[in-house]
């Protein structure tokens, strides 16, 4: 749905609901207190009886709005203006829309918070909105959540309009791109696999202005990808290679790698029920990639990207890969199958090792990986590895940027003796449950070359088990953003 930006007095805007921005101890001001004055002050009033107090995410109606345009008001909380950070902002955005697409509306309207950059605010509050528009029910034979018609951004008349209107731009093509790859991710492994992610990522392609290549089996046995081949055997579904390229200019080559498991069953070791469960959310990565490729091209950023989604099932059918394969991989390295579960390093090692022969300058790849890495840094925090110190900072300050959350892990060499085989070069577990998400990390290290690579373990942030006001259970999107503010900045 469009998010477009307004520049009227808030009285004067005319929608089914007007979202208002409170800060937590403190009197209206600004367009809000113009509006306040025109309601009769009734702002004024229910936050002295303390019905309205502006803490984070206070969701208040208010359906008696006689003196503005609007049919209804909904108060939002946004915390202390102190702690109004893209964040909270974010979450406010979102915990309003969240609220209010419970039933079809047309229009939804937001005001920008008095007295902060009012594009920084349209850019952070816009992808909130759009966050909250839709939920997980996607199957569900009666829908329960309703994107509205129009969402617009109001700021005041004297706002910067051309930075405004840049802001929301950016704002309505990253949460598209987000809602894409949650989508994917919600989507049931019936009906995403392999050649149906193929054909959404063509089509994604030709409506966003970049292109896509899918490599079949064929062409994967020609390219040697021994690895990914020997996890896709388990499956009756075949595996796909999907090659996306942006070019917006001549220009070094960002390579984007995603982990694309469209079901991850475990294979022969095979995971519990329980574990099994939300394994849909094994393509997390690949859906990372493939959305935020999608904006890149969309913001014609200048720069060039390459985006290699690995895309398998992880089944154990008769002819899975069994433990104590050896498996030769594309770059020519020999790994020793001793855990099937541990599927994603393996179909990793031969998309990063076509990267490298695509002559990208740079590597990211995106991989909802180990439960070991959630061990680490909880569900809301992803693990950075890599083997460039400079370009992972890189990274993770394109995560800061986009408001997302990534802290290091470390890549000491000792890490690496714990992954070396007796029969192969190196095998894909170490067999002891220590340092999880490094040693796998370690695993990929083997076939990035001298490439600087950052790894992106995503296990927790890409799922969220249980709804919050601020959003929604299942896919959340995570890393998107990061992806296409790294694009933004890189040279
Ligand atoms: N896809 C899983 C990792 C995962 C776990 C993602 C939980 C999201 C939530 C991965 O393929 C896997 O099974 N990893 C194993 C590795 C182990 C066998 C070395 C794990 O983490 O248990
Ligand atoms: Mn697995
Ligand atoms: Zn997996």
């Given at each position: 749905m469009p998010l477009t930006a307004q520049f009227a007095l808030l009285a004067e805007v005319s929608a089914d609901f007007l979202i208002l921005p409170i800060f937590e101890e403190e009197a209206p001001a600004g367009a809000l207190a113009q509006l306040d004055a025109r309601l009769g002050g009734v702002l004024t009033r229910l936050r002295q009886s303390g019905d309205?107090?502006?803490?984070?995410n206070e969701i208040t109606p208010l359906l008696d709005r006689a003196?503005?345009?609007?049919?209804r008001l909904l108060a939002v909380g946004l915390g202390k203006r102190s702690a109004a950070d893209q964040f909270a902002l974010r979450d406010a955005g979102a915990a309003a829309s969240r609220a209010l697409t419970d039933r079809p509306r047309q229009r939804l309207a937001m005001a920008l918070p008095d007295g902060l950059d009012a594009a920084a605010s349209a850019h952070a509050l816009g992808v909130g909105l759009l966050q909250g528009c839709?939920?997980?029910?996607?199957?569900?034979?009666?829908?329960?959540r309703f994107a509205p018609q129009e969402l617009w951004l109001v700021a005041p008349p004297a706002a910067p309009i051309d930075a405004v209107r840049e802001a929301t731009h950016r704002a309505a093509i990253e949460g598209k791109a987000i809602a894409l790859a949650r989508e994917l991710v919600n989507l049931p492994p019936s009906e995403l696999y392999p050649e149906s992610f193929a054909a959404r990522a063509t089509q994604v392609a030709g409506a966003s202005g970049f292109t896509c290549t899918i490599l079949d089996e064929k062409q994967l046995e020609a390219e040697r990808m021994g690895a990914l081949l020997a996890v896709a055997r388990g499956s009756d579904r075949p595996p796909r290679l999907i090659v996306l390229r942006y070019n917006g200019g001549n220009r070094p080559l960002l390579g984007l790698v995603g982990k694309g498991v469209?079901?991850?069953?475990?294979?022969?070791?095979l995971k519990s029920s329980e574990q099994m469960a939300?394994?849909?959310?094994?393509?997390a990565g690949a859906a990372a990639v493939l959305g935020a490729v999608s904006a890149i091209a969309e913001l014609r950023l200048p720069v060039s990207v390459l985006g290699v989604l690995a895309v398998v099932e992880n089944m154990p059918g008769g002819r899975a890969m069994k433990l104590g394969d050896v498996l030769h991989a594309r770059n020519g390295k020999t790994i020793e199958v001793?855990?099937?579960?541990?599927e994603g390093r393996l179909i990793l090692a031969d998309a990063l090792s076509y990267a490298v022969d695509q002559k990208a300058s740079h590597l990211v790849d995106l991989a909802t990986l180990t439960g070991a890495c959630m061990v680490a840094l909880g569900e809301d925090v992803a693990g950075l590895m890599g083997n460039d110190p400079a370009w992972s900072d890189n990274v993770l300050a394109a995560a800061w940027r986009a408001g997302e959350r990534a802290w290091p892990l470390p890549m000491f060499p000792?890490?690496?003796?714990?992954?070396?085989?007796n029969v192969a070069d190196?095998?894909?577990?170490?067999?002891?449950?220590?340092a999880g998400a490094i040693t796998a990390a370690k695993f990929l290290e083997?076939?990035?070359?001298?490439v600087p690579w950052a790894h992106l373990d995503i296990a927790g942030p890409a799922w969220a088990d249980a709804e919050s006001p601020t959003r929604d259970a299942g896919?959340?999107?995570?890393?998107v953003r990061t992806l296409i503010e790294l694009a933004r900045e890189y040279k």
């Open positions: 309205i107090t502006g803490k984070a003196g503005a345009a609007t049919t839709d939920g997980p029910g996607i199957r569900k034979s009666k829908p329960e469209t079901f991850d069953s475990g294979g022969l070791s939300d394994m849909k959310c094994d393509m001793l855990n099937t579960d541990a000792a890490y690496g003796e714990l992954i070396k085989s190196i095998k894909n577990i170490t067999g002891k449950r220590f083997h076939f990035v070359g001298t896919g959340t999107g995570a890393f």
